[in-house]
């Protein structure tokens, strides 16, 4: 137990889920967050030529004598704020973690589907570099929140679709990703019309009012591209979320056990749309216990599956 309760210190000292919804960050990393000797790369490009807004910080523990597993952090912030620092997935970097924190084009400098280009394109570019950054690209997961919690769940379910991939760079490498950690995003965007929730953030996300996008609406959805061979899921959302409809989780969850993939959903009594519910040790620990399995055991799923 106390082991547990070490853990979850450790990553609630270093992280934080309080500012995952990211409006603006409100969180820093405490200066002791990484251990001695951690490589930390600053706003690496992931786009030739992208800018900040397509570039991401990289931490590698110290010393690696091996390709580690990595975990992808997406900022939330309705697909209009948000930065990829401070990076919620530091903690891990002392559990033998590689974490990357992204930017990608907000509203403001493209609509969609330039987000989602955006999550592929690091995807591919950091398999493309896996050497360069110890990184083993067969274990990748993927964590966000919010508008970050929609773009994960997609990376896990849009790993064969090849209208969502973009032309950003490195063609020859995949954008599938092994696990995704999800809290409180949006997965079925063509109903949240119908639950009043979200609707300024979508009109600025596909350039007009949602009756009017139903197409990219469905294109944008995660439930859309639901198969079997689809990355396990942790789903994780307050029942008292004020921004998302508990059932955008729910309509994720059943797809994907309809479909016979893993999938989890914590639904946690009483939070809103983010908030210290989600940064409990027990929620910390299931985080946790999670990317261990999924990204450390023997087997994972193979990244290696073209495109369709």
Sequence with gaps: ?????????????????????????TTRPRPNALPAGT????????????????????????NPTKPLPLIICVHGGGWQAGDKAPNPGVGFVRFGYVVASINYRLTQEAIWPAQIYDCKAAVRF?????????????????WGASAGGHLVALLGTSGDVKELEGDEGNPEFSSRVQCVVDLFGPTDLT?????????DALTHLFGGP?????????????????????????????????LVNPKQSEYLDEALKKAGVESHLELIEGAGHGGPQFGTPKNLMMIFEFFN???KAATTQPASKATK
Excluded: N, W
């Excluded at 490589?39 to 110290?62: C, E, F, N």
């Excluded at 109903?191 to 609707?199: F, M, Q, R, T």
């Excluded at 469905?218 to 004020?242: E, F, H, R």
């Design 191 to 199: 109903k949240i019309h119908d639950e009043h929730v979200a609707g």
């Design 293 to 295: 399995q999924h990204l």
């Design 126 to 142: 950091l398999r493309a570099h896996a050497e360069e950054y110890h990184i083993d690209p067969d274990r990748i997961g993927a």
């Design 1 to 25: 137990m106390l082991k547990r309760h070490s853990i979850a210190v450790v990553l609630f000292a270093s992280t934080f889920v309080t500012a995952t919804a990211q409006t603006k960050p």
């Design 210 to 242: 949602l009756s009017e996008h139903l197409d990219q609406a469905k294109q944008a959805s995660p439930v859309t591209y639901v198969t079997k061979d689809d990355a396990p899921c942790l789903i994780m959302q307050g029942t008292k979320d004020p």
């Design 39 to 62: 490589t930390v790369l600053r706003d690496v490009p992931y786009v030739k030529g992208g800018g900040k807004s397509q570039s991401m910080d990289i931490a590698i523990p110290p």
